[in-house]
């Protein structure tokens, strides 16, 4: 990519399937619940009902978000019987979020 006399990247149009994407990852970042789980699955695999139990949530709450994430490819699972195993699933996305995690404790 040539570089412009500001040396800065040139400017590129995103397309409609990025915008969409990124969109929808911060929108499941803004969320202080998906939050919480996110920051649970960094430390490693959880059961659904051991989210909930460590965040003092409803199974059935954890469950919803958990479903968002995974539709987004944020959280990834294993069957193990009956029980499903959580993880996340972008390392991009911890990244980011671990980046915020400590801007925020910065302040």
């Known amino acids: 990519m040539a570089e412009n006399e500001h040396n800065e990247l040139p400017v590129s149009e ?25 920051h649970l699955l960094f430390q490693g695999e959880h059961s659904v009902n051991e989210i909930a139990e460590k965040l003092s949530l409803l199974q059935s709450t954890v469950s919803h978000q958990l479903r968002f994430l995974k539709n987004l490819r944020l959280v990834k699972f294993r069957r193990e019987g009956t029980t499903l195993f959580y ?19 910065h302040h």
């Open 14 to 38: 995103l397309d409609e399937e990025t915008l969409f994407i990124v969109s929808q990852t911060f929108k499941a970042l803004s969320d202080p619940t998906r939050l919480r789980i996110l």
């Open 87 to 105: 993880t996340h699933d972008d390392e991009h996305v911890i990244d980011l979020l671990k980046k915020s995690i400590e801007h925020a404790s």
